[in-house]
């Protein structure tokens, strides 16, 4: 057999400061290094148990069914979404950046009657904006906000809105793909019904499984639908079965990812929850306050600004696409650019997971310093 063609890979060390992935911690990359066990093996199957338990924590619910979905934060928001809406019903989505707008889209796409209420980027859709609508259409089937806008750094409050909705039929869903493990998410508190995240962000690992939960009032709705759920994979009434004491055979989970979610989990909870959101708010904060003591604008409503995802302008004599060009290049420091119109405008830094520390708000910062100064 002739030699490969093909060289070995030998990845560059990055310091990821986008929006995700982030640097996960050593313990979760050796977890995923365990050998690998069927999707029916009894061991894979008590990791599972603890996967739900330490998720059921983390989201601060009682819901049943929490679960890992095989697939990323945007197979999470697919799944709730077409698990509960069927053509011709009405969907009331919040859109202030893109990853509400994407909301739609799928909404769409399952044939719903979108009810779209705008509002700026780098905004909160107003609480009593959002009630006011909610009471104009309160035969919705679904109200739908993100808690932590990616594309502008926003966290939209959820409470009262929460509290509103949940007198009637209509479910309240929730993207927590930038906020899980990083933010207080309360969703027994907050009468959230659907809620989705990622791996890759806050919870601190690899990319690949999408934490889901599902209220008793969304499971009841799910159970009236007139018309099935189209899709098998991600069909809540079957995971469901595979996730629960039943174990039905459902599809092939990758172990490997399990192990390093359970890890991360385990780094939480060894850390306490609300300690983790106490550091990741007093980096986040630093950070936002070095960026302004040189020439940066936040970009985020003040008082509603994520400390896990900074979105700010640079200075004039700073070009955002080349200057994240030199990052990347000169410093292996990744940082993400804007989206939609803002793609050339902003940076959106991350301090997720283990990321968030003050060493890497120093090196951030001092590389930025050495820039300006040249």
């Not at 104009?136 to 409050?157: I, M, R, Y």
């Not at 969304?218 to 079957?238: E, Q």
Request: hydrophobic content about 40%; proline content about 5%; aromatic content about 8%.
């Amino acid at each position: 057999m002739s030699p490969s063609p093909y060289a070995e890979m030998h990845p560059s060390v990055r310091l990821l400061l986008g929006p995700g992935p982030a640097n996960v911690h050593p313990r979760v990359l050796q977890a995923m290094s365990a050998p690998i066990l069927g999707h029916l093996d009894p061991e894979l199957l008590t990791i599972m148990d603890d996967i739900r338990a330490m998720l059921q924590l983390v989201f601060r619910t009682q819901n049943e069914l929490t679960l890992a979905l095989s697939g990323t934060g945007s197979a999470g928001m697919e799944a709730c979404l077409l698990n509960v809406v069927e053509p011709g019903e009405k969907v009331i989505v919040g859109v202030g950046g893109y990853f509400g707008w994407r909301l739609t889209e799928v909404a769409r796409r399952l044939g719903a009657e979108v009810i779209q209420l705008d509002y700026p980027w780098g905004d909160i859709a107003d609480p009593e904006r959002v009630i006011q609508t909610y009471r104009q259409h309160q035969d919705a089937k679904v109200l739908a906000l993100v808690h932590a806008e990616t594309s502008t750094g926003v966290c939209q409050p959820l409470e009262e809105i929460g509290q509103e909705i949940s007198r009637g039929d209509t479910l309240f869903l929730v993207d927590c793909v930038t906020s899980l493990g990083g933010i207080p998410v309360e969703v027994d508190h907050w009468k959230i019904d659907l809620a989705y995240s990622c791996s890759q962000k806050c919870i601190g690992m690899p990319s690949g499984l999408s934490p889901v939960t599902v209220s008793e009032k969304a499971r009841a709705a799910i159970s009236k639908r007139k018309s099935p759920i189209p899709s098998w994979y991600v069909g809540f009434d079957v995971l469901s079965r595979y996730w629960s004491e039943e174990r039905m055979y459902h599809h092939t989970i990758s172990s490997t990812l399990l192990y390093g979610l359970r890890e991360a989990l385990r780094l939480i909870w060894e850390e306490g929850l609300e300690n983790r959101w106490q550091r990741h708010q007093k980096y986040g904060t630093l950070l936002q306050e070095r960026l302004t003591s040189l020439g940066f604008t936040l970009f985020a409503r003040e008082g509603y600004r994520l400390p896990v995802l900074t979105t700010v302008a640079l200075p004039a004599r700073l070009n955002p696409t080349q200057a994240r060009t030199r990052l990347l290049r000169e410093h292996s420091i990744e940082v993400g650019a804007g989206l939609g119109e803002y793609k050339e405008k902003l940076w959106r830094i991350g301090l997720m997971g283990s990321n968030a520390n003050r060493a890497n708000v120093e090196y951030l910062c001092g590389v930025v310093t050495e820039m300006l100064r040249e």
